[in-house]
């Protein structure tokens, strides 16, 4: 049973960082392609950042391309996003999802994976 859970979220203020934690279990990281999204009041959910653990690829979206890094260990079955020089528009609700790798990549860019977590808050003040 596929099961993710996100966490790290809370307020922060612009310029500030949190790291969120992606903890996955019944099944292995080097199988799936774990994807962070967020969604903000009244805005449709956005792809952030993915990463594939078994062959080191990752993804970010424009909006967040130098400023978050995403990573996994494989031996905690956790992914991170660390967030750097947060921004106000920034604020959302983050969530983890992940779906087998032969199709990881083409739902990720649909916002639509097999398996989501339940959504953690970053609130970025200015």
């Known amino acids: 049973d596929v099961q993710l859970q996100a966490s790290g979220g809370g307020l922060v203020q612009a310029g500030g960082s949190l790291r969120l934690s992606c903890t996955a279990s019944?099944?292995?990281?080097?199988?799936?392609?774990i994807g962070w999204f967020r969604q903000a009041p009244g805005k449709e959910r956005e792809g952030v950042s993915c990463i594939s653990s078994s062959t080191g690829v990752t993804y970010y979206a424009d909006s967040v391309k130098g400023r978050f890094t995403i990573s996994s260990d494989n031996a905690e079955n956790t992914v991170y996003l660390q967030m750097n020089s947060l921004k106000r528009e920034d604020t959302a609700v983050y969530y983890c999802a992940a779906e087998p790798l032969d199709r990881g990549w083409a739902s990720f860019f649909i916002a639509d994976m097999d398996s989501w977590g339940k959504g953690t808050q970053v609130t970025v003040s200015s």
């Open positions: 019944g099944f292995s990281l080097d199988d799936y392609l």
